[in-house]
């Protein structure tokens, strides 16, 4: 957090300023949960007045979840996965998906309507503009677990390997939501256009997800592709949550890979998002 | 009026100028371009990758690359349709349609442009995706005869369903709704069909709606048409939706268009 527009301690409280002091001096100090707590209500509301985030939240990940288990079953439990099991993280991470995809969108939005240029002369915390978005998306996301993982309970999906795991399950997905989507609302910022910034998030998103282990299996993909696909971060995502899923998989190794992962490309994308949203483009 | 009147609308000229038109609107909008093109040629790639020796153990990839084709070149030409659609309802709101009724044109012009417009950028479609599924080991084994057929069954279909598309578009009331709604229908008959996985492997309840699913026969057309088979069947049943979507969405969509013309 970066209290631009402050100068010292004297600035919180709100004691006259006397004349002649430079009139930054009168700002009060920005407060980064606030403001991103107020932006991140702007946009659910904003999400919740489209049908398309609607759809796209929990219409979406359903059908899907519905179509995959439909049409892959059988081929999958010939090949010996028990596909309720093995699906739901891997339609949690669609959505994970899908809510980046539309976060990138947003930021675009917010870019190319002038929002953005509105907001950098406002004296709030720097971070807050990501910060909201993120609030936001990772509310999206957690709507979309909450249909989700009844449907896969139906299916046959089960939180086997006790609550704590399950917790952690929910935490993963959280902190992998928080990281996508920082990593979209730079694309979508740096896109400026919302159409641009829909067609390169699926971009990212058809390779990354579709040549993981999410849907199948590692050991199905050709061989030269097999360790690009078992190494990747997705896969790497999948496997931790199929591991704090699964009774008696040892989870410590999948998850500390997985955070191996995320947190870097957390903090690369918090410091881009920061940095883009400082410069004037 | 002045004693001199507007020069009188040639419809093939008309129809060329909103083709043109049609076709550099699509070029230009990224949503259509990655749907026509890449979402099948990265469906082709990732789906045969990651799903072949699943529903196939014993086959080899080049296998599946011939089992799932048609149903991409399919699923290209009905979600970049459905942007077409989007496109003819903007048009509507926008005020380019409007100034189009202004001009001496032919009336047909603009709902031609849209339909010849799609089966072009459809023909793009089905070429590309097998341009890269030759690559990937896509084979003919027929008459060149059938393979002519196998081109000719999607654009048919295409333009039935470039007509529901347009209809749709124009008596829908807000874009994006429609939009988000027709793409998980899409998504829905995309998959319940015989496109990635044979009949007997979809459970019970499936089986019945990919039977009659039209994405099923025109898949199934195109695979006969491409490896030889019963051929009659599937590209009866592909015909008879193709042309069904036709008589009535085109009737459904000149309608619409019409009632929108005095203001």
Known sequence: MTPRGTVGAGAADSRPVPAGTAPTARLPRPLLLLDSALLGGRHLRLMGRRPASIVGAIVLPMVFTLLFFAVFQRPMARAGVDYAQYLLPAVIIQAVFFTGGAAAVLAAEDAAGGLLRRLRCLPIARAAPVGGLLIADVVRVLISMVVLIPIGMVLGFRFAAGLIAAAGFVAVVGLFAVTLCAGYVVLGWWAGRPEGAEASANLVYFPLLLLSNAFTTAAAFPDWLEPVVRNQPITRVADALRALSTAGAATARPVLIALGWLVPLLLLFGLLAARTFGRRR | ?263
């Not at chain 2, 492997?201 to 990919?210: E, K, N, S, V």
């Open chain 2, 1 to 263: 009026m002045s004693p001199r009147t507007a020069a009188r609308p040639n419809a093939v000229r008309d129809a060329l100028v909103m083709i043109g038109h049609s076709v550099t609107v699509a070029r230009r909008t990224p949503t259509t371009v990655l749907s026509a093109t890449f979402l099948p040629i990265i469906l082709l790639l990732t789906m045969t990758a990651s799903f072949a020796k699943i529903v196939n153990p014993d086959g080899s990839y080049a296998d599946y690359v011939n089992w799932v084709l048609p149903l991409l070149v399919v699923m290209g030409i009905v979600f970049s349709s459905l942007t077409t659609g989007i496109a003819a309802h903007q048009d509507l709101h926008s005020g380019l349609d409007d100034r189009l009724r202004t001009l001496p044109m032919a009336r047909s012009a603009p709902l031609v442009g849209r339909i010849v417009g799609d089966a072009i950028r459809n023909l793009v479609t089905v070429l590309v995706v097998v341009a890269l599924g030759v690559v990937l080991g896509f084979r003919f084994d027929t008459s060149l005869f059938a393979i002519a057929g196998f081109f000719a069954v999607p654009l048919v279909f295409g333009v039935g369903f470039a007509w529901l598309a347009v209809a749709v578009g124009l008596r829908a009331a807000t874009a994006e709704n429609v939009e988000s709604w027709l793409n998980a229908a899409l998504l829905v008959v995309s998959f319940l069909s015989t496109g990635f996985v044979p009949q007997h492997d979809l459970p019970g309840w499936a089986q019945p709606i990919a039977e009659v699913n039209p994405v099923s026969s025109v898949v199934e057309a195109m695979r006969t048409l491409a490896h030889g088979g019963a051929v009659a069947g599937p590209l009866l049943s592909s015909l008879v939706w193709s042309t069904g979507l036709t008589a009535v969405c085109s009737v459904l969509a000149v309608r619409s268009y019409r009632r929108r013309a005095p203001r």
